[in-house]
């Protein structure tokens, strides 16, 4: 997971990294379309940590789920043999007095 946060990370920086340079570009060549580079420059500011902050609370949502998930089922296994182990227990139980029963009348 922290390999996934580092990628999405990094795709943010370039991307910035990339926005600001083409922003600059056609700032410095003085295109037509350099007033639409910069405001989605100043939008990408803005959105794409936000969007990564999405993705990362999404991740963390998923670990503690995981975890939630891992607990609840280790708790099943342990009810389950706890119930099996008392019902051999009980079982057991009932057998020797069982066999108990026979011997007491036999004296």
Do not use: C
Request: aromatic share 6%; glycine share 2%.
């Amino acid at each position: 997971m922290e390999k996934l946060k580092r990628v999405f990370a990094m795709i943010g920086v370039v991307l910035l990294v990339l926005m600001y340079l083409m922003t600059i570009i056609t700032a410095i060549t003085a295109s037509d379309g350099a007033h639409n580079w910069f405001i989605g420059s100043i939008m990408l500011t803005v959105f794409v940590p936000v969007i990564l902050y999405a993705i990362n609370m999404l991740i963390n949502i998923q670990k503690r789920n995981e975890a939630n998930n891992r607990m609840r089922e280790e708790m099943y296994m342990r009810q389950i043999k706890d119930a099996l182990k008392a019902k051999a227990e009980q079982e057991k139980a009932q057998k020797d007095a069982q066999t108990a029963v026979p011997q007491e009348k036999e004296s």
